[in-house]
């Protein structure tokens, strides 16, 4: 694959991504949430949405929210296997990048004993059909 082929690849993942992650937002604020950071970056991970969220006794949640986009809406197989879900491509590796991401932005921020929790966005394109997985996985650092 030539270098200009794989940049237009990067490119068209990028848009993809960045609209799953603008119609992922705009889910959560129609479910009550209020987003305070997008693509919130550190040197060992990155959060795609920050949001706060009351629930229905009133507590409030600190929640980092990975957003993953399927350009199909159906799981179909490819010559390497399943694609299987968006939320399956979700490595350990990748919740530890986005706890330590989150690590961090709680250092930043000064905020101490918060309840916090990790959660999926699945979105579907082109039909913009959301699965949002709460508390889809845990972290291994203390907040």
């Known amino acids: 694959m030539s270098t200009a082929t794989t940049a237009h690849k990067k490119t068209l993942n990028r848009q993809k991504g960045d609209g799953g992650e603008k119609l992922a937002a705009k889910f959560l604020k129609r479910c009550g949430f209020t987003i305070l950071h997008k693509n919130y970056a550190t040197p060992l991970g990155e959060v795609d949405i920050i949001a706060h969220h009351v629930d229905i006794d009133k507590q409030g949640t600190l929640v980092f929210v ?25 490595s350990h590796q990748k919740q530890q990048r986005i706890t330590r991401a989150a690590s961090q932005f709680l250092s930043k921020h000064q905020i101490r004993g918060a309840n916090v929790r990790f959660d999926i966005v699945e979105v579907y394109l082109p039909s913009k059909h959301i699965e949002h997985l709460v508390n889809a996985f845990e972290s291994y650092l203390n907040y």
Not at 70 to 90: I, K, N, Q
């Open 66 to 90: 990975e957003v993953k986009t399927r350009s199909s809406d159906e799981l179909v197989a490819s010559e390497g296997g399943e694609f299987g879900t968006p939320s399956e491509a979700v």
